[in-house]
């Protein structure tokens, strides 16, 4: 009897196992269908560029290139994720790059030739991109004229300032010994760290799924069963934990990565949870629509111009810590294309109100991947240029596709 009853316990969990894995394929399809990929395709992309340039070079998926590529993703992706913001209103920044210069010029300037305190000084140099980014969207939300054309003007306008701020000097090297220098350069090396951090992030992904599948189930609304939200949770276990365990072998969990991962994540909430967060969604599926219900349109849109200015600010912290130096090169180069591109790639809507916060993680670990497998396979940087491009291509036009097919099943 007592086998009986194990076999049928153990049958029962293979049938519980196999009807979540159905219902997860019959939602694929449908959301296939109606044009809602979500991050599958990156995640493919990503997959696909870690799996060829590990086949030519063993050292690219190696503790360290892994470790410093989690660390070489962080600067530029803070500007993607104020990028992502401005994206999900339907517009875009084109001076985040000049905003991140001049937040870490000024930020240089007070500190080592004034010798301002190292914390007051980084306080003012992000609050410097949130005026910048704040007066740009107050322009735009009060003169209506589009985005492009007032941060384009910024972008003339913040470099500009840079230079000024930075004088003749034109280069100001920083204390590779100060807090901002250690942004980048400190890492928890207990594996303790690693794994206590691998664990509560685990935990708190599974009680903010769980508390979502409870609310929708009070007000019969669709929602995910528990198995589908504990599978989940395992899936994201097994990434935690094998992250920690790779960063584990060389020299533990970086500091810059733990502060970029926990700014996306409040940022995420913030879009996700909050009625602000609401706000720029429906701003971004609408404007006149969201003007006609009483929304504070003009409110969000400069808001959320602060939020991309005030990330621009402190990305530009993370990249000068990089090198513990600020020039006149900084904020100039790729840097702005790369920031757009990790929004785009990472799956957030050109055409806005759709794209979270962890767009700009895997639209960022997909760039940094390219550029990290060009330089330990020694390939030309030009090829660089024309597969993040080519990506970047096919990431435009597969959210255009995405969009037709939303408004022919009445989503867009």
Do not use: C
């Not at 669709?222 to 989940?232: E, G, N």
């Amino acid at each position: 009897m007592a086998r009986g009853a194990g076999g049928a316990r153990v049958r029962g969990a293979v049938g519980g196992a196999f009807r979540v894995v159905a219902d997860w394929v019959t939602l694929f399809r449908r959301k296939l269908s109606a044009g809602e990929l979500g991050s599958l395709p990156v995640v493919v992309v990503l997959a696909a560029v870690w799996i060829t340039f590990q086949s030519l070079n063993e050292n690219f998926l190696s503790p360290r290139n892994l470790s410093n590529l989690s660390v070489d993703i962080v600067g530029t992706g803070l500007i993607a994720v104020g990028i992502v913001f401005v994206l999900l209103i339907g517009e875009l920044d084109l001076s985040v790059a000049s905003v991140s210069g001049l937040s870490a010029a000024v930020f240089a300037v007070l500190n080592v030739n004034h010798g301002v305190p190292e914390w007051l000084a980084l306080v003012v140099g992000v609050l410097a991109g949130t005026v910048a980014g704040t007066v740009q969207g107050y322009s735009i939300a009060r003169t209506r004229v589009p985005a492009f054309v007032v941060t384009l003007a910024g972008l003339l306008t913040w470099n500009g300032l840079m230079l000024a701020v930075l004088g003749d000097s034109g280069t100001v090297n920083l204390d590779e010994d100060g807090l901002v220098a250690k942004l980048t350069s400190y890492y928890f090396t207990q594996d303790a760290v690693g794994y206590t951090l691998a664990a509560v992030a685990t935990g708190l992904v599974f009680l903010v799924a769980d508390q979502d599948r409870r609310r929708r189930r009070a007000v019969g609304m669709p929602h995910r069963s528990l198995r589908a939200v504990l599978v989940r949770t395992g899936g994201i276990a097994v990434v935690s934990f094998g992250v920690a365990y790779l960063l584990n072998r060389f020299q533990g969990l970086p500091l810059a990565l733990l502060i970029f991962l926990v700014v996306v994540a409040g940022l995420d909430i913030l879009l996700r949870g909050t009625h602000y967060g609401r706000q720029i969604y429906a701003v971004g599926g609408s404007i006149e629509a969201a003007r006609r219900a009483s929304l504070g349109v003009t409110r969000v849109q400069t808001a959320v111009l602060a939020v991309s200015g005030t990330m621009a600010g402190i990305g530009g912290m993370f990249l000068a810590s990089r090198i513990t130096s600020v020039s006149q090169t900084s904020g100039t180069g790729v840097l702005l294309l790369n920031a757009i591109a990790a929004a785009v790639i990472g799956g957030t809507s050109l055409f806005g109100g759709r794209g979270t916060t962890w767009s700009a993680v895997l639209g960022m670990l997909v760039i940094q991947s390219i550029a990290s497998g060009m330089a330990i396979t020694d390939t030309p940087p030009a090829a660089q240029f024309v597969i993040t491009g080519g990506v970047l291509f096919a990431a435009v036009v597969l959210d255009a596709l995405s969009r037709r097919s939303q408004e022919a099943h009445g989503r867009a």
